[in-house]
């Protein structure tokens, strides 16, 4: 089945404590995007990335990393997590006419 | 600065009844525009892409219109069903392509009553 998998679902951390959230996709698409969704501002696009070790910076990619070191898999990394970080964060690849297909979201709360 | 806006908050509408989502944005470097539905505790699904060149693009029941002068699109769903009841964001891109950088409205909630 194809398939964007994110994890963890659910994630409560402290300040400053790094995280990693995983994605995975397994359609061989070329582009991947990490997305936060928070209420009366909808989605915004953190990182995307075109290809293997290209990355490019979203809207609001302040305070997150991510690395492109093989095609299937696009990790976001929060070095030093803070509350205004606490979102819905989806991940989603894309390579066909069709537009992004989205994992089903991770919910971290930092506190 | 929000460069793409669905003032709408939320909408409700009968079954079977046209159910009309709206959307502008600011930016004339877009070229792209999608719509995508969400459900509750899933991530969004792609619905339906226009390209810039066209006005117009139909699937089945939902159609978006394109008008560049007014940087305003809609979608339309004929007829509208209750399972059609959910979040819609719509989304503009440039390069003309679906992918790379798309920057998202806020969403319109969609209620479709039986």
């Known amino acids: 089945e194809a398939q964007v998998t994110q994890n963890p679902r659910y994630l409560i951390t402290v300040t400053g404590k790094k995280l990693t959230v995983t994605c995975s996709q397994n359609m061989n698409h070329e582009y991947m995007s990490w997305y936060r969704q928070d209420p009366g501002l909808g989605l915004r696009q953190i990182y995307y990335s075109m290809n293997v070790e290209v990355t490019d910076k979203g809207d609001v990619p302040e305070g997150y990393k991510v690395s492109r070191k093989e095609k299937r898999n696009f990790p976001l990394i929060l070095e030093s997590p803070s509350p205004n970080q606490t979102s819905l964060y989806f991940c989603?690849?894309?390579?066909?006419?069709?537009?992004?297909?989205f994992g089903s979201g991770t919910r971290l709360t930092v506190v | 600065d929000q460069q793409v806006k669905q003032n709408s908050p939320s909408l409700s509408v009968q079954e079977g009844r046209i159910s009309i989502l709206n959307c502008d944005y600011t930016?004339?470097?877009?070229?792209?525009f999608l719509w995508y539905k969400k459900y509750p505790a899933e991530g969004p699904t792609f619905l339906i892409s226009?390209?810039?060149?066209?006005d117009k693009n139909e699937d089945g029941r939902f159609t978006v219109f394109l008008n560049k002068s007014a940087k305003h699109l809609s979608l339309h769903i004929v007829p509208s069903q209750p399972g059609d009841s959910a979040v819609y964001f719509c989304?503009?891109?440039?390069?003309?392509?679906?992918?790379?950088?798309?920057?998202f409205g806020q969403g319109t909630i969609l209620t479709v009553h039986p």
């Open positions: 989304a503009a891109g440039t390069g003309g392509t679906s992918y790379g950088k798309l920057t």
């Open positions: 989603a690849s894309g390579g066909e006419a069709g537009g992004y297909t």
């Open positions: 226009i390209s810039s060149i066209k």
């Open positions: 930016n004339s470097m877009f070229d792209y």
